[in-house]
Structure formats: structure tokens, C-alpha cells
């Protein structure tokens, strides 16, 4: 007998504060840093240690070195900061909630309430 699959699978989201308008394809410049605002609104990226790596490889194509050899040059070169990490879903969840411009990213079974859904990745 097989076993029973689970019937609610995360799936990959980019997810944004309600005070972001940004388009799926604004993703990877605001966490390259190249697009900072969007409609007036200093966006805030912040990433998610437990899908970092797979959301720098499938919407960023890049490795974690890459990506931190980018913001290292990036930061010398015009005074940016990279993007803040949290833990998990749940502490990004609650960033991107609470902090009007922020941006990230989850695995969630349904999309998070009080967040907007960008894409799925």
C-alpha cells in the first residue's frame, strides 16, 4: 500500500507588505539592490535562511557565494546594505507584515494573511 501524500504542499512565494506594488519580474532587482523604491516606498528585502538557497538559484540564478560576493561590491560601491536574513517562515512572515516597503520570501502551505503574494518561484 502506498503511502498517503500530503494534501497541503508548501509552494515557494514571494511575498510582499501590502504597501508594495511591485511586478514578479521587480524580484530580482530588489534583491540585487537596483530597484530600491517602488511608488514612493523604500522597499525592504529581507531573506529566509531556510529557502535561501533555493530562491537565490531558481528566481536569482546565482549561488550564496554570488550572492554575497554581489552585495559585498554593492556595498562599497554605493553604500548599501544587504538584506537583513531571518530564521524561518514565521519570522519573515512577521517582518514583511509589520514593516511597511518589506519583501520576502516563504514556504507556505496557503498564502500568509496580512502579506500580498507576489509570485510563486
Not at 11 to 23: F, G, K, R, T, W
Not at 39 to 66: C, H, T, Y
Not at 69 to 86: M, Y
Request: proline share 6%.
Amino acid at each position: 500500500m502506498l503511502p498517503i501524500a500530503f494534501s497541503c504542499l508548501a509552494e515557494e512565494l514571494v511575498i510582499a507588505h501590502p504597501s508594495v506594488n511591485i511586478s514578479k519580474e521587480d524580484v530580482r532587482d530588489v534583491y540585487l539592490g537596483e530597484k530600491q523604491f517602488a511608488e514612493g516606498i523604500k522597499l525592504v528585502p529581507v531573506d529566509n535562511a531556510s529557502v535561501q538557497e533555493l530562491f537565490l538559484s531558481r528566481v536569482l540564478k546565482m549561488s550564496a557565494a554570488k550572492y554575497e560576493t554581489a552585495w559585498i561590491k554593492k556595498s562599497f560601491r554605493d553604500g548599501l546594505v544587504a538584506p537583513s536574513t531571518r530564521s524561518g517562515d514565521a519570522e519573515t512572515i512577521e517582518f514583511v507584515r509589520r514593516t511597511p516597503g518589506a519583501v520576502g520570501y516563504v514556504a507556505a502551505a496557503k498564502p500568509p494573511a496580512g502579506v500580498v503574494v507576489i509570485t510563486k518561484f
